[in-house]
């Protein structure tokens, strides 16, 4: 049902994506110098660098470096710079949109609400609430994460709710919450200068957490090593001083032959296994088989190398491991990352300063928006969903009868596959661009074409939202305030800057409002979000990520406070497991056994090579916003495929040819990139665009059976050169539609 | 800021041009930016270089102006031609050992990086410096980059008989006192000739 729309040309004239080149009022508004300054956060990635927004005329028109914020210290990545052109933009949504049969038409912000109600309320009656799913994303702040949890369990009552952070931080947080009983990096990033050797494994730190970087070099100014695990040489590598170009999807194997070589040269931290963990027998005997000859052969990194890395991890004073989706979208993700955390507390990396790991989140609020109930398995608090004493808890802060609280729901893939199968008849989506952003785009595709009602809120028209029935016109960062956590688990304060244009609402009030049309107003009783963090921070009291000694007011005054924080005299917690204890009830880490397995689509004859996706330093995630960003859009306008000169030579292919790659799912059409910085049985393809050239057309819905992460690092696929797709401008503008202004200085890069 | 100076350290570079888009920032060059960023050789390697103007003792723009319009401030900034006296002759552009200036047709006008006079003048860091991820740019106290930086600061360069002194400075490893880009500079035959003597000048 939900189909987009035929005529697709009226929608993109409208709603894009446009790129948008100009402050709003022109550059000479801009430069008149009457703005005041909003000190708040990033929108896009996980670090959450401070920036301060220039706002006049109830528009963000610029920014100024904000030098006083600690983590960033005024720096900003080229996203952070131009975030601002995405506020006042040409295809914002201004007021509700309903599809009819003609396309998108306007309508008031009442009657969205009457139409979602009813809806909503026919296809739980029809199908019973397990029915509708709800999708939230992590980009939202804290407060909003909390309320969509708890509108989905009591307004709607589904246990159906998932986040995107499912495509990011779930294999991670799956393994620390096993292994050390809380998910959370246990180190701040101020430790990496003071470490002797950072081992960086998947993470392309300078294109997704650019102003890590910078601490990286820091560490190096002292004398530190860097040791760079990745398929490609990505901009870091530069200064690695050990490259190991593991090969896509076997990274555990590089990793238990590390732990092998570090208990082969009696590198183990003994009296801190014994002390503070349990399960290392375990562990020790399953890296037995893993010599380092052995490990090579899997992971195709030199024997020599891997003991060398295993040496300099295993025989420095201080070690770090920083880790992101490169080792994480996997389906042996959790497996992954549990062999990172077993590599640092066996040599007793853990819980000091300088010695520990990180997990790079992706994005804004990756780590707040998991904390407090958006996430299906989890209650606010990062609680469980199936603890009794935690369900007793979080019912009676709610004011609803326990048993009312559903149970844990499915993840955001198996949602999106339910409704495939007929069993999700609607579903409500704020924050999420699954068709970017979800494995195997057909699928996808298909089904959102059978949904009964599909309503989304979202403040630009993304590519999933035009399959919508209803579009709510809801508010961007800079509309809304409240909490996230960055990376480090250090919670700040997104500060409003501008009011919502047009008809647009707060997604805040949007989601509340609608729980009133539900029949459940007394639940949610909030007229500002100050009141939604104020009931959030009770209901996380007691739990893991205790939020209780936490006010917005701290937050702005300590520069960020960092979670657990269970009384207002508390400090908050920068480091974890300082005193050896961790999180599990007998206070030890529980190291945990991995087992290597191949990946979900291995390469054959007819697929004979690896494909794996990522990011570019312009571009954020699924594109929703910074494709509309004309300045980034010029930076890398259309996805890439990298491809080594030894593997483009055998099949003919130069660089800038057209290249047609084909997986056992689809195949797309882009130009090469032959470079020698990527290994020569792999190709890369960054995956931020929709449509015939999107990355997700090709990968595959393989989970991990714990996180259920998708495994979009590793697909098998064969590359053909081909010839330039027929109507080549016909793509561009259909699928980017830059119409803005070309700037006036021809780019170098 | 008084008392900073500008360090430019390639090897931190990642090539995000955050200082770029930063820079087309300024309301004197609307959406334009004045400094660039290159890859060395993007299909053999990673490595990128971002460029500011080196704001030299003695310019080559200026020497090479005819139509007199390019500047040097006592405070040794060096600045975008005057837009009364610029002819658009390009002979700028091709004179600058560093490639930095740019001729804007349009406009008739040389621009250049001025290493953010708006913002260092009321004791703001350039814009670029600022915003740098890596802080492959970086406008701190020299005191603090001989304390904290592996890399030395150098600013003298060697453009075959062309010695140029500039304000900023360029990082580089320890022990490389001078950057010289003639193979001629580290040729044995020319060390009577120049090479030693001039190592050795290069010292600041």
């Known amino acids: 049902m939900a189909k987009r729309p035929d005529a697709a040309a009226p929608i993109l004239e409208r709603y894009g994506p446009h790129g948008n080149y100009v402050p709003p009022g022109g550059w000479d508004r801009a430069a008149r110098g009457d703005y005041r300054l909003v000190k708040t956060h990033c929108c896009f990635c996980g670090q959450q660098c401070g920036i301060q927004l220039k706002v006049q005329e109830n528009q963000v028109v610029g920014f100024e470096p904000w030098e006083d914020f600690p983590y960033n210290r005024g720096m900003l990545c080229p996203k952070g710079v131009k975030r601002y052109l995405q506020g006042p933009h040409p295809d914002r949504l201004l007021r509700s949109l309903e599809r009819t049969p003609e396309g998108f038409q306007e309508i008031s912000y009442e009657e969205a609400l009457r139409i979602a109600t009813e809806k909503l309320t026919a296809i739980r009656e029809k199908y019973g609430p397990d029915a509708i799913a709800i999708y939230g994303g992590a980009s939202m702040v804290t407060e909003k994460a909390y309320l969509l949890g708890k509108f989905a369990r009591v307004a709607v009552g589904t246990r159906n709710i998932d986040y995107n952070g499912r495509l990011c931080m779930v294999s991670a947080g799956t393994a620390y919450k096993l292994a050390l009983g809380v998910d959370r990096a246990p180190n701040p990033m101020s430790d990496v200068p003071e470490t002797e050797v950072l081992l960086v494994l998947g993470a392309n730190v300078a294109e997704c957490a650019p102003i890590a970087t910078s601490y990286i070099w820091r560490m190096r100014d002292n004398g530190g090593r860097l040791i760079v695990v990745d398929p490609r040489m990505t901009p870091i590598s530069r200064n690695a001083d050990l490259y190991l170009p593991v090969r896509p999807g076997t990274d555990l194997a590089l990793l238990l032959g590390m732990l092998h070589v570090i208990v082969r040269e009696g590198l183990v931290d003994t009296e801190y296994l014994k002390s503070h963990t349990t399960g290392w027998e375990a562990v020790r005997e399953s890296a037995a088989k893993w010599d380092p000859e052995t490990a090579a052969r899997v992971c195709g990194v030199p024997p020599d190398n891997i003991v060398k890395a295993a040496l300099m991890f295993g025989r420095a004073k201080k070690a770090m491991a920083i880790h992101a989706r490169g080792i994480e979208h996997h389906s042996k993700g959790v497996e992954n990352c549990l062999a990172v955390i077993n590599l640092c507390l066996a040599t007793g990396n853990m819980g000091a300063p300088g010695r520990g790991c990180f997990m790079i989140t992706g994005q804004g609020n990756g780590q707040g928006g998991r904390e407090h109930g958006q996430k299906c398995d989890q209650l606010p608090g990062a609680r469980s969903i199936t603890d009794p004493e935690a369900r007793r808890h979080i019912a009676g802060v709610w004011g609803i009868p326990e048993e009312s609280l559903p149970g844990p729901g499915l993840t955001a893939q198996e949602i999106m596959n339910a409704i495939h199968a007929g069993e999700i008849k609607a579903l409500f989506s704020m924050c999420f661009n699954p068709l970017v952003s979800l494995p195997d785009a057909r699928h996808t595709r298909e089904a959102l074409e059978k949904l009964e009602f599909f309503g989304v809120i979202d403040f630009f028209l993304s590519e999933t939202a035009q399959h919508a029935d209803l579009v709510f016109a809801g508010s961007t960062q800079e509309e809304d305030e409240g909490v996230i956590a960055s990376s480090e688990g250090r919670v700040q304060k997104i500060n409003k800057a501008v009011d919502p244009p047009g008809e647009a609402r707060s997604d805040a009030k949007i989601v509340t409002d609608l729980a009133h049309r539900l029949g459940k107003g007394q639940h949610f009783p909030y007229t500002s979000t100050r009141e939604i963090f104020e009931e959030l921070r009770v209901a996380s009291r007691g739990g893991i990520a205790d939020y209780y000694g936490i006010t917005w007011e701290r937050v702005e005054k300590e520069y960020g406070v960092f979670w657990p924080c269970p009384s207002l005299d508390h400090p908050g917690t920068l480091r974890l497991f300082e005193d050896g204890r961790f999180y599990h009830g007998d206070g030890k880490a529980h190291m945990q056994v991995t087992e290597y397995r191949q990946s979900g689509d291995p390469p054959s004859s007819d697929f004979p090579i690896y494909l794996t996706t990522g990011r570019v330093v312009s571009q954020f995630l699924s594109g929703t916003q910074t494709r509309r960003i004309g300045p980034l859009v010029d930076l890398y306008p259309e996805p890439r495929c990298e491809i080594h000169p030894r593997l483009a030579g055998q099949l003919g292919i130069a660089d800038g040819d057209w290249v047609k790659v084909t997986t056992r799912r689809n195949s797309v059409t882009v130009q090469a990139q032959v470079v020698r910085t990527i290994r020569p049985d792999t190709v890369f393809i960054p995956y931020h665009w929709p449509g015939p050239r999107s990355a997700n057309n090709l990968t595959h819905r393989t989970l991990d059976p714990r996180s259920k992460i998708p495994e979009f690092k590793v697909s098998a696929c064969r590359v053909e050169k081909t010839q330039p797709p027929a109507d080549l401008s016909g793509i561009r503008k259909a699928e980017t539609g830059i119409a803005g202004a070309v700037p006036a200085v021809e780019g170098r890069l | ?204």
């Not at chain 2, 900073?4 to 570079?13: A, K």
């Not at chain 2, 770029?20 to 990673?46: F, K, Q």
């Not at chain 2, 001989?146 to 062309?162: K, L, S, W, Y």
């Open chain 2, 1 to 204: 800021m008084f008392g900073s100076e500008f360090f430019v350290d390639p090897s931190r570079c990642i090539g995000c041009r955050s200082c770029m888009t930063a820079c087309a920032e300024c309301d004197s060059h609307r959406g334009v930016s004045m400094i660039h960023v290159d890859y060395l050789d993007r299909p053999d390697m990673i490595a990128t270089v971002p460029m500011v103007c080196m704001h030299c003792e003695e310019p080559t723009c200026a020497m090479v102006c005819p139509a007199d319009a390019i500047k040097r401030g006592e405070d040794g900034v060096v600045r975008s031609a005057l837009k009364p006296r610029c002819i658009a002759c390009s002979n700028c552009v091709l004179a600058c050992p560093f490639g930095v200036p740019k001729v804007h047709v349009d406009l008739e006008l040389m621009m250049k990086c001025d290493m953010c006079y708006d913002r260092t003048s009321v004791g703001l860091r350039p814009m670029c410096a600022t915003v740098c991820p890596s802080q492959a740019l970086t406008f701190v106290p020299p005191e603090q980059v001989a304390r904290e930086r592996r890399e030395q600061p150098v600013n003298v360069f060697q453009f075959g008989n062309q010695t140029v002194r500039t304000k900023v400075s360029i990082m580089l490893p320890p022990g490389a006192p001078a950057l010289s880009v003639d193979a001629a500079d580290y040729m044995w035959e020319e060390e009577h000739a120049r090479g030693d003597q001039s190592q050795e000048a290069f010292v600041d």
